[in-house]
Nanobody, 125 residues
């Protein structure tokens, strides 16, 4: 099993930026696809971004495309989510997750095996 720990959340004004980090320990996370999800109060958990194990391809939800980027440093076992031009509707708890698949990036939360505890992102208007 892999332990995932997110950090970097906080309170930011609309238009601002945050960078989330997800540090992994345990099973070698660098050989698996990783994803970022978010969950706002009263809403279902939704896919935000994903990256293949090699970093060769990424995928983004339409709502964040052009504003967020995802990257990984396999040597550090860390995945990053750079969030720019933040909007109040980006407010949510953000989770990183590991998918044991090494194929295409999957968007369903059910595809992911291991999850972090989440980090709160609040964007004020």
């Amino acid at each position: 099993q892999v332990q995932l720990v997110e950090s970097g959340g906080g309170l930011v004004q609309a238009g601002g930026s945050l960078r989330l980090s997800c540090a992994a320990s345990g099973r070698t996370s660098s050989t698996y696809n990783m994803g970022w999800f978010r969950q706002a109060p009263g809403k279902e958990r939704e896919f935000v971004a994903g990256i293949r194990w090699s970093g060769s391809s990424t995928d983004f939800a339409d709502s964040v495309k052009g504003r967020f980027t995802i990257s990984r440093d396999n040597a550090k076992k860390t995945v990053y989510l750079q969030m720019n031009s933040l909007k109040p509707e980006d407010t949510a708890v953000y989770f990183c997750a590991l998918d044991l698949s090494r194929g295409i990036i999957r968007r369903s939360p059910r595809a992911y095996e291991d999850w972090g505890q989440g980090t709160q992102v609040t964007v004020s208007s």
